[in-house]
C-alpha cells in the first residue's frame, strides 16, 4: 500500500481517506460477484431445466431490454423528478435482468454463448452482450423506441400491469431462485405501475395536447400487449385505469409479428453490445 | 415591510455571524450582493451536476457489464438528485428552478467547464470519476461549512455521495488496469486527456481571480483555488502510482523543501476560451439541454393544468 501524502487533518482528507482501501462496503460490490452468489441453484425435481432456463431468459430480456429503453430517457426527461424516476424504475428492471440471466445460465449452461478461451466475461454478461438479435426472447413491446414521454408512459403502464401480474403468480413458482425473484419484483412493479399509472391520470386530463399525445402513444404499444401473453387480471386492471381516466382502449388489432423481432432490436443491441464485443477478454 | 432595526446594525449582526462561522439563513438579513453572488454560485453549481450527466449519461447505454451499467446509471441518477437539491436551495432566496434553468439555456450562467470536454471511451467513466469528481470534491468539502445555510447542508450529502463516485471511478480504473493491454493504454489516453482540464476545474490562478477576496471575507469560498488545486495534485499523485499511471506533466515532481509537489500550469488560454464558449462540446451541451427542456415543455404544462383541475374540483 503507497503513502498517501495528506496536508494537516482538516476536513479534506474524510473525502479522500478510503480511496486506496480495498473495503467491501459497495453498493454495487468491489469485485465482480454473481448475482447469486450463495444461493443454492439446483433445479428442483420435476423441473426441466432447458425450459425453466428459456423461461427465465425471455423474463430477463424482457427486462433488459426495457431497461435499455428507459435508460435512454437519462438527463432528457421532462423535469429532473421524473429523470430520477424513470431512471429508478430501469434499475429495477436491469436488477431483475442480472438475476433472471444468471438463473438461466445456472439451470442450463448450454444457453451462454462461447467466448475465447480464458475469458474473464461472467455468463449474465455473455448472454446480454454476446448473443445476436434472434437469439433474444424479449417481447416486441419492449424494443420498440421510447417516442414522446406520453408512449413511454403507457409502455411502462402496461408492461408493468402484465408483469406484476405474472410475478405475482411465480411467487408460488416450484423453483426457488424464481420464487425469490418475483417476490423482490413485485414490489418493484408494483411502484412502476403506480408510477405510470398517475402519469396516465395526469396526461388523460391534463391538456388536450396531453390527452392526443397519451391516445396515439397507447395505440402504438396497445397493438403489440398480447405478446405478455393471455391475463385477464392484467387487462381487468388496464380496464380500469383506462376508465378512470377517460380514455378508450385503442381500436387497434393485435401486430402480426411472426414470432420474429421488430427492425429496431438490432440497432438497439448494436448500442449495448459495442464496447463489451471489442473486449471479449476484458475485466470491468 | 418596515423593519425596527436600521441597516448598519443589520450589516453588523450579519459580520457577526460570518465571523463565528454560524449559518446565514433564508429569512435573515443579508447584504444584496451576498445574495446575488450565493444565487450566481448555488446555481452554476447546479447547473453543473446537470450538465454533468450528458459526457457519462452517453455511455450507460454502452456500459460492457450489466454490473457497471447500474453503477452508471445510479451514478448519474445522483447528479440529477444533486441539481434538485442545489436548485431547491436557490428556491429558498425565491428564485426558481425554471428561471435559472433558462439562465442555463440562454448562456447568461455558466456551469463547470470541465463537461464542455468528451468523454471519448468507456474509460472515461472511470477518469471523470476519479480525477473529475475528485478535483470536485476538494472543491466542495469546504463548501459543507459555506455561510449560507441551505447551500451548506445540501453539500454535506452531495460530498458523501460524490466520493462515493470518485471511489466507483477509480474502482473502475483499478479493474481495467488488471485486464488487458488495450484496457490498460485506454486508462492511460483517459488520464492524459483529462489531468489538464481536471486542473483547470479550479478555477484561474489567484492573481487572476476576480470573486475570491469578496468570496472569501463573506465565507462563502473557504480556500483559494491554488491551494485547492496543489491540494488535489498531493493528493492524485500516489493515486496515480497505485493505479500504474503517469500524467502528462514533466514538471511534476516532488518539492522536499515546500513538502509539496511542483507541477506545471495547465494552458489558461485554452481554459479562458473554453468558458468563453469555444470547448469542443459547448453548444452541444447546451442544445442538449434545450432540446429536453422544450421536449418535455407540454408534460410540465399538462401537470400544472392537471393539478389547477384537481384544486377547482376540491374546491
Known amino acids: 500500500m503507497p503513502e498517501i501524502h495528506t496536508h494537516e487533518a482538516d476536513e479534506h482528507d474524510s473525502a479522500y481517506a478510503g480511496l486506496l482501501v480495498n473495503d467491501a462496503h459497495w453498493a454495487f460490490g468491489t469485485d465482480f460477484e454473481d448475482p447469486l452468489a450463495g444461493v443454492d441453484?439446483?433445479?428442483?425435481?420435476?423441473?426441466?431445466?432447458?425450459?425453466?432456463?428459456?423461461?427465465?431468459?425471455?423474463?430477463?430480456?424482457?427486462?433488459?431490454?426495457?431497461?435499455?429503453?428507459?435508460?435512454?430517457?437519462?438527463?432528457?426527461?421532462?423535469?429532473?423528478?421524473?429523470?430520477?424516476?424513470?431512471?429508478?424504475v430501469a434499475l429495477d428492471l436491469l436488477g431483475q435482468a442480472r438475476l433472471l440471466l444468471a438463473r438461466a445460465a445456472a439451470a442450463d449452461p448450454?444457453?451462454?454463448?462461447?467466448?475465447?478461451?480464458?475469458?474473464?466475461?461472467?455468463?449474465?454478461?455473455?448472454?446480454?452482450?454476446?448473443?445476436?438479435?434472434?437469439?433474444?426472447?424479449?417481447?416486441?413491446?419492449?424494443?420498440l423506441p421510447n417516442g414522446d414521454f406520453a408512449e413511454t408512459v403507457g409502455r411502462i403502464l402496461v408492461f408493468a400491469t402484465y408483469?406484476?401480474?405474472?410475478?405475482?403468480?411465480?411467487?408460488?413458482?416450484?423453483?426457488?431462485?424464481?420464487?425469490?425473484?418475483?417476490?423482490?419484483?413485485?414490489?418493484?412493479?408494483?411502484?412502476?405501475?403506480?408510477?405510470?399509472?398517475?402519469?396516465?391520470?395526469?396526461?388523460?386530463?391534463?391538456?388536450?395536447?396531453?390527452?392526443?399525445?397519451?391516445?396515439?402513444?397507447?395505440?402504438?404499444?396497445?397493438?403489440?400487449?398480447?405478446?405478455?401473453?393471455?391475463?385477464?387480471?392484467?387487462?381487468?386492471?388496464?380496464?380500469?385505469?383506462?376508465?378512470?381516466?377517460?380514455?378508450?382502449?385503442?381500436d387497434v388489432r393485435p401486430i402480426s409479428t411472426g414470432g420474429r423481432h421488430t427492425e429496431h432490436l438490432s440497432r438497439l443491441l448494436a448500442e449495448m453490445q459495442v464496447v463489451a464485443r471489442q473486449h471479449p477478454m476484458g475485466v470491468w | 415591510m418596515s423593519s425596527a432595526v436600521a441597516e448598519p446594525e443589520l450589516a453588523a449582526q450579519f459580520d457577526a455571524t460570518v465571523r463565528?462561522?454560524?449559518?446565514?439563513?433564508p429569512?435573515?438579513?443579508?447584504?444584496?450582493?451576498?445574495?446575488?453572488?450565493?444565487?450566481?454560485?448555488?446555481?452554476?453549481?447546479?447547473?453543473?451536476?446537470?450538465?454533468?450527466?450528458?459526457?457519462?449519461?452517453?455511455?450507460?447505454?454502452?456500459?460492457?457489464?450489466?454490473?457497471?451499467?447500474?453503477?452508471?446509471?445510479?451514478?448519474?441518477q445522483d447528479e440529477a438528485g444533486h441539481g434538485l437539491y442545489l436548485y431547491s436551495a436557490t428556491e429558498t432566496l425565491g428564485v426558481?428552478?425554471?428561471?435559472?434553468?433558462?439562465?442555463?439555456?440562454?448562456?447568461?450562467?455558466?456551469?463547470?467547464?470541465?463537461?464542455?470536454?468528451?468523454?471519448?471511451?468507456?474509460?472515461?467513466?472511470?477518469?471523470?470519476?476519479?480525477?473529475?469528481?475528485?478535483?470536485a470534491i476538494c472543491n466542495q468539502v469546504p463548501l459543507c461549512r459555506t455561510s449560507f445555510g441551505p447551500y451548506g447542508r445540501a453539500m454535506i450529502r452531495i460530498c458523501k455521495e460524490e466520493s462515493f463516485h470518485q471511489?466507483?471511478?477509480?474502482?473502475?480504473?483499478?479493474?481495467?488496469?488488471?485486464?488487458?493491454?488495450?484496457?490498460?493504454?485506454?486508462?492511460?489516453?483517459?488520464?492524459?486527456?483529462?489531468?489538464?482540464?481536471?486542473?483547470?476545474?479550479?478555477?484561474?490562478?489567484?492573481?487572476?481571480?476576480?470573486?475570491?477576496?469578496?468570496?472569501?471575507?463573506?465565507?462563502?469560498?473557504?480556500?483559494?483555488?491554488?491551494?485547492?488545486?496543489?491540494?488535489?495534485?498531493?493528493?492524485?499523485?500516489?493515486?496515480?502510482?497505485?493505479?500504474g499511471v503517469t500524467f502528462p506533466d514533466p514538471d511534476l515532481k516532488w518539492n522536499e523543501e515546500r513538502q509539496a509537489h511542483d507541477f506545471g500550469q495547465p494552458d489558461w488560454d485554452e481554459f479562458w476560451d473554453v468558458v468563453k464558449g469555444n470547448g469542443p462540446c459547448n453548444a452541444q451541451r447546451i442544445a442538449h439541454r434545450k432540446q429536453a427542456c422544450d421536449d418535455g415543455a407540454w408534460v410540465r404544462e399538462a401537470a400544472m393544468a392537471f393539478a389547477e383541475k384537481q384544486k377547482v374540483a376540491t374546491a
Open chain 2, 167 to 243: 471511489r466507483q471511478g477509480f474502482e473502475l480504473l483499478m479493474t481495467m488496469m488488471r485486464g488487458t493491454d488495450e484496457q490498460r493504454a485506454m486508462v492511460q489516453e483517459s488520464v492524459n486527456r483529462f489531468w489538464w482540464p481536471a486542473l483547470m476545474m479550479f478555477g484561474p490562478p489567484d492573481d487572476a481571480s476576480p470573486n475570491t477576496e469578496q468570496s472569501m471575507a463573506w465565507g462563502i469560498k473557504t480556500h483559494t483555488n491554488d491551494e485547492l488545486r496543489q491540494r488535489f495534485v498531493d493528493m492524485s499523485v500516489p493515486q496515480a502510482k497505485a493505479l
Open chain 2, 20 to 25: 463565528r462561522k454560524d449559518r446565514i439563513e
Open chain 2, 27 to 76: 429569512r435573515d438579513w443579508m447584504p444584496d450582493a451576498y445574495r446575488k453572488t450565493v444565487v450566481r454560485q448555488v446555481a452554476q453549481h447546479a447547473h453543473s451536476e446537470i450538465i454533468g450527466m450528458q459526457p457519462e449519461g452517453q455511455w450507460i447505454g454502452r456500459a460492457p457489464s450489466l454490473r457497471r451499467k447500474a453503477i452508471l446509471l445510479a451514478k448519474v
Open chain 1, 41 to 88: 441453484t439446483t433445479v428442483p425435481e420435476g423441473i426441466d431445466a432447458h425450459e425453466l432456463a428459456t423461461y427465465c431468459l425471455r423474463l430477463g430480456d424482457d427486462a433488459l431490454i426495457l431497461s435499455q429503453r428507459l435508460s435512454e430517457w437519462c438527463s432528457r426527461a421532462p423535469d429532473l423528478e421524473e429523470d430520477i424516476a424513470l431512471a429508478n
Open chain 1, 163 to 250: 408483469r406484476l401480474s405474472l410475478f405475482q403468480r411465480l411467487t408460488s413458482h416450484p423453483d426457488a431462485v424464481l420464487r425469490a425473484v418475483a417476490a423482490k419484483g413485485v414490489k418493484e412493479l408494483t411502484y412502476h405501475r403506480d408510477f405510470a399509472g398517475r402519469w396516465f391520470l395526469t396526461l388523460a386530463r391534463g391538456s388536450d395536447e396531453s390527452r392526443r399525445r397519451l391516445e396515439a402513444g397507447l395505440a402504438r404499444t396497445w397493438a403489440y400487449r398480447h405478446e405478455l401473453g393471455e391475463d385477464d387480471e392484467a387487462e381487468l386492471v388496464l380496464e380500469q385505469v383506462l376508465a378512470t381516466s377517460g380514455i378508450a382502449a385503442p
Open chain 1, 110 to 143: 448450454s444457453l451462454v454463448p462461447a467466448l475465447p478461451e480464458g475469458s474473464p466475461v461472467p455468463p449474465e454478461d455473455a448472454l446480454a452482450f454476446f448473443r445476436d438479435d434472434r437469439e433474444f426472447r424479449n417481447a416486441c413491446l419492449v424494443e
Open chain 2, 96 to 135: 426558481s428552478r425554471d428561471e435559472l434553468t433558462e439562465m442555463l439555456i440562454s448562456g447568461r450562467q455558466k456551469y463547470s467547464s470541465i463537461f464542455n470536454y468528451p468523454a471519448l471511451s468507456y474509460a472515461d467513466v472511470g477518469t471523470i470519476g476519479w480525477l473529475v469528481d475528485g478535483a
